[in-house]
């Protein structure tokens, strides 16, 4: 009988490098990874979130010391988003990818009855020593603190991937515009890079009227596919949630 499959990557808190195999290389991942593994993970001391990274390079045995990848005060656990998530680009840099949840009564009062949550992505050109870049995902504008225009788009259940040319792909679940008196998170929406992250596109639509509590995925290939997972919600009085691609 042929041998069984690899089992499914890790989600959220840890992706071997690099991040994104393809399913034959998935199955020797002891030679292809070379026995590197980097890893994210959320440390909240006296009320404060920092993403924390930290790497093995021989196995698990030893971790190199932990480095902050966010700004200052810029960092949380988002209630409507999973942990930070990691990517290797094709030339070793490391992206990655997290949540900033400001959730407080005046906030709450706006709209957001889950609170406001920022998408952030970072990246380290040094193997994650430092985290010089952080890009906010999404259109100008559209940001909590561009309140001023009416123009406020929570961005939750992000995802991301990273092409073998070195563009970045992000997905998203955006809350563009109220719905019922609130803002709910009922749109697919992604964007990409050419420049490393530092500069996105304008962002498009993929689906309206999706599950507003589950996560997204994408994927990309060079020859010019695109691939964004979703849950799509159907009858909306009464809700059918049909996993999409």
């Known amino acids: 009988p042929p041998p069984p499959p690899p089992p499914p990557p890790p989600l959220f808190f840890f992706h071997p490098y690099p991040a994104i195999p393809d399913a034959q290389e998935s199955r020797g991942l002891g030679d292809v990874y070379k026995r590197q593994v980097h890893v994210t993970y959320a440390d909240t001391v006296n009320g404060v979130t920092n993403i924390l990274f930290t790497s093995t390079y021989d196995g698990g045995n030893t971790w190199t010391d932990p480095t902050i990848v966010n700004e200052p005060g810029i960092a949380s656990r988002p209630h409507m988003a999973g942990g930070a998530m990691l990517q290797v680009g094709p030339e070793g840099e490391i992206y990655a990818l997290y949540g900033h949840s400001i959730k407080n009564k005046k906030v709450m009062d706006e709209g957001f009855g889950h609170g406001y949550t920022y998408t952030i992505l970072a990246r380290s050109d040094d193997g994650g020593k430092t985290w010089p870049m952080h890009t906010l995902i999404g259109d100008p504008n559209t940001h909590y603190h561009d309140a001023a225009n009416g123009m406020m788009h929570s961005k939750t259940f992000e995802s991301f991937s ?9 997905a998203w679940l955006d809350s563009r515009g109220q719905q019922n008196g609130g803002y709910t998170t009922g749109q697919v929406r992604m ?5 490393n992250g530092e500069s996105f596109s304008k962002s498009v639509i993929v689906k309206n009227k999706v599950c507003p509590c589950c996560a997204t995925d994408i994927c990309s290939k060079t020859t010019g596919e695109t691939f964004v997972q979703y849950l799509s919600l159907i009858h909306i009085s009464e809700p059918t949630r049909l996993l999409s691609i």
């Not at 990273?162 to 992000?170: A, C, H, K, P, T």
């Not at 964007?191 to 420049?195: A, G, I, K, L, M």
């Open 162 to 170: 990273i092409r073998d040319d070195g563009r970045v792909y992000v």
């Open 191 to 195: 964007q990409y890079s050419d420049t």
